[in-house]
């Protein structure tokens, strides 16, 4: 588990290595397009309108996805699930170059959101199955750092090829990213994806489970509520930037880019050095101690006299974001059943980009009643805040390191027998009781799935009937 042998992981796992390169590539094309995106349809509708539609659609699938289709990530293969989402997302940039209405832009990007909502989780809840238990903590770490470096050099590139050629280009390019990535995820062996046959009791009755999976499992209801209080302090960061930077900083674009640039070095930095770091301290302080660090670092940024100052202390505040990136995947990775893990990321991340999305149009509000410096302000509080949820949401985990993921790993256990035995872990939230027909209480979700599934019954035998 030490980080000298992480890039030797690659040649022991060459699946792993495969799922790697592919997220590599189509990472880079993806943060490529984004700005060619933006920029295309900014300059054919000079709108802020049009740029936050496009917006809305390239994450909106994410959360329908997550909420209402996570099971298939489950039932599916997630091999060929993987191939057809990089095969569309290649179809979409394809044809990109031959339109120009902004409608039709913004259409196109949804499509590319939903293989979007479908791969990723896929991806995720698939990784698990391509290394050795011992290795899980380093694959994240470089999965993690490999997708920041494509988040730090794709805009860059980006901008340069901007002021050579149109944004037909960037697409071309995402567009051959997204096609090597389907070769290389289609080298990887179908069971090498998958250590447990699927379950499923019917469409409905799945998606109540992947929902009860993850508000009874510990590990990823500490993961859902954490995160969704840290993603509103990312929020008000990601929304006032270039106010702070250009207007209250008086840093221009010179000093934005470099803003930029930080929180893209301190998240690769973070995120490599994060599985030293659980080596060292641990699971439990290095998820709060990282959270901290977030706090402290776009805090003391906000209140910085100056741009290049700013800078190095948002360096420090994305190094802990990295860091808890990892923590959250492999809390998620470790506390679902193979079975159950690709629903549970699927709804955890709909979660994530619903509040996300929220909580970025009240920063907006914000910025312009209050100032960037003070939204600033206010994010480092939420981070804060988040630790603090942290340290009560953790408490479950033991004191000693070497049982951390014993802890972990019994949990998801427990989360998923009470499922198949139809009650929830012990010491979960218990919803209302309700007797069923043989006097056992039925959750809500279960008559809720049960409902739906006895609807699409009777409209599928209605449809068979001669007329």
Same mark, same amino acid.
């Given at each position: 588990?030490?980080?000298?042998?992480?890039?030797?992981?690659?040649?022991?796992?060459?699946?792993?290595?495969?799922?790697?390169?592919?997220?590599?590539?189509?990472?880079?094309?993806?943060?490529?397009?984004?700005?060619?995106?933006?920029?295309?349809?900014?300059?054919?509708?000079?709108?802020?309108?049009?740029?936050?539609?496009?917006?809305?659609?390239?994450?909106?699938?994410?959360?329908?996805?997550?909420?209402?289709?996570?099971?298939?990530?489950?039932?599916?293969?997630?091999?060929?699930?993987?191939?057809?989402?990089?095969?569309?997302?290649?179809?979409?940039?394809?044809?990109?170059?031959?339109?120009?209405?902004?409608?039709?832009?913004?259409?196109?990007?949804?499509?590319?959101?939903?293989?979007?909502?479908?791969?990723?989780?896929?991806?995720?809840?698939?990784?698990?199955?391509?290394?050795?238990?011992?290795?899980?903590?380093?694959?994240?770490?470089?999965?993690?750092?490999?997708?920041?470096?494509?988040?730090?050099?794709?805009?860059?590139?980006?901008?340069?090829?901007?002021?050579?050629?149109?944004?037909?280009?960037?697409?071309?390019?995402?567009?051959?990213?997204?096609?090597?990535?389907?070769?290389?995820?289609?080298?990887?062996?179908?069971?090498?994806?998958?250590?447990?046959?699927?379950?499923?009791?019917?469409?409905?009755?799945?998606?109540?489970?992947?929902?009860?999976?993850?508000?009874?499992?510990?590990? #990823?209801?500490?993961?859902? !509520? *954490?995160?969704?209080? @840290?993603?509103? +302090? /990312?929020?008000? =960061?990601?929304?006032?930037?270039? $106010?702070?930077?250009?207007?209250?900083?008086?840093?221009?674009?010179?000093?934005?880019?470099?803003?930029?640039?930080?929180?893209?070095?301190?998240?690769?930095?973070?995120?490599?050095?994060?599985?030293?770091?659980?080596?060292?301290?641990?699971?439990?302080?290095?998820?709060?101690?990282?959270?901290?660090?977030?706090?402290?670092?776009?805090?003391?940024?906000?209140?910085?006299?100056?741009?290049? #100052?700013?800078?190095?202390? !948002? *360096?420090?505040?994305? @190094?802990?974001? +990295? /860091?808890?990136? =990892?923590?959250?995947?492999?809390? $998620?990775?470790?506390?679902?059943?193979?079975?159950?893990?690709?629903?549970?990321?699927?709804?955890?991340?709909?979660?994530?980009?619903?509040?996300?999305?929220?909580?970025?149009?009240?920063?907006?509000?914000?910025?312009?009643?209050?100032?960037?410096?003070?939204?600033?302000?206010?994010?480092?509080?939420?981070?804060?805040?988040?630790?603090?949820?942290?340290?009560?949401?953790?408490?479950?985990?033991?004191?000693?390191?070497?049982?951390?993921?014993?802890?972990?790993?019994?949990? /998801?256990?427990?989360?998923?027998?009470?499922?198949?035995?139809?009650?929830?872990?012990?010491?979960?939230?218990?919803?209302?009781?309700?007797?069923?027909?043989?006097?056992?209480?039925?959750?809500?979700?279960?008559?809720?799935?049960?409902?739906?599934?006895?609807?699409?019954?009777?409209?599928?035998?209605?449809?068979?009937?001669?007329?």
């Amino acid at each position: 588990m030490e980080s000298t042998s992480r890039l030797g992981l690659l040649r022991r796992s060459p699946s792993f290595a495969y799922l790697f390169f592919a997220t590599a590539g189509s990472s880079f094309g993806t943060y490529l397009a984004a700005i060619a995106l933006t920029v295309h349809v900014y300059d054919e509708t000079g709108s802020g309108v049009w740029v936050a539609a496009l917006l809305i659609a390239d994450f909106l699938p994410i959360v329908a996805i997550g909420l209402l289709l996570g099971p298939l990530v489950d039932r599916l293969s997630r091999r060929w699930l993987m191939i057809a989402s990089d095969l569309v997302r290649f179809g979409v940039f394809a044809a990109l170059p031959f339109v120009s209405e902004p409608s039709a832009v913004v259409a196109l990007a949804a499509v590319s959101g939903i293989a979007t909502g479908f791969f990723l989780p896929a991806a995720g809840a698939a990784l698990p199955n391509l290394v050795a238990d011992e290795d899980l903590v380093n694959a994240n770490s470089l999965w993690v750092t490999v997708e920041t470096l494509a988040w730090m050099i794709g805009p860059v590139v980006a901008g340069a090829m901007l002021t050579i050629w149109p944004p037909s280009v960037p697409y071309a390019v995402n567009a051959v990213t997204f096609l090597a990535s389907a070769l290389l995820v289609a080298k990887i062996p179908e069971r090498s994806l998958r250590s447990e046959d699927p379950l499923t009791r019917g469409h409905w009755r799945d998606v109540a489970d992947g929902l009860r999976l993850v508000v009874t499992a510990r590990p #990823l209801r500490t993961v859902l !509520v *954490v995160w969704n209080v @840290a993603l509103v +302090g /990312s929020a008000a =960061v990601n929304v006032a930037e270039i $106010v702070f930077a250009k207007n209250t900083l008086d840093g221009g674009n010179l000093g934005f880019g470099a803003l930029v640039a930080a929180s893209g070095v301190g998240l690769a930095l973070g995120s490599f050095l994060a599985a030293s770091a659980l080596g060292k301290v641990g699971l439990r302080r290095n998820y709060i101690g990282s959270l901290v660090l977030m706090g402290v670092g776009w805090g003391a940024a906000a209140l910085s006299g100056n741009i290049w #100052l700013a800078v190095a202390f !948002v *360096v420090g505040g994305a @190094a802990g974001n +990295g /860091s808890v990136i =990892v923590c959250n995947r492999l809390l $998620v990775q470790r506390g679902a059943p193979d079975q159950y893990r690709g629903r549970a990321l699927a709804t955890i991340m709909s979660s994530n980009y619903a509040v996300l999305g929220l909580a970025m149009g009240v920063a907006g509000v914000l910025t312009d009643l209050v100032g960037a410096r003070a939204v600033w302000i206010g994010a480092g509080c939420v981070y804060l805040f988040a630790a603090l949820v942290a340290v009560v949401m953790t408490r479950w985990l033991p004191v000693a390191q070497e049982e951390e993921w014993r802890a972990v790993e019994s949990s /998801s256990e427990s989360a998923a027998a009470a499922l198949v035995n139809g009650h929830e872990e012990p010491g979960a939230p218990k919803p209302s009781p309700e007797p069923a027909a043989n006097g056992s209480p039925t959750p809500p979700l279960e008559r809720i799935a049960t409902l739906l599934e006895e609807i699409e019954s009777r409209r599928a035998t209605e449809a068979q009937r001669p007329s």
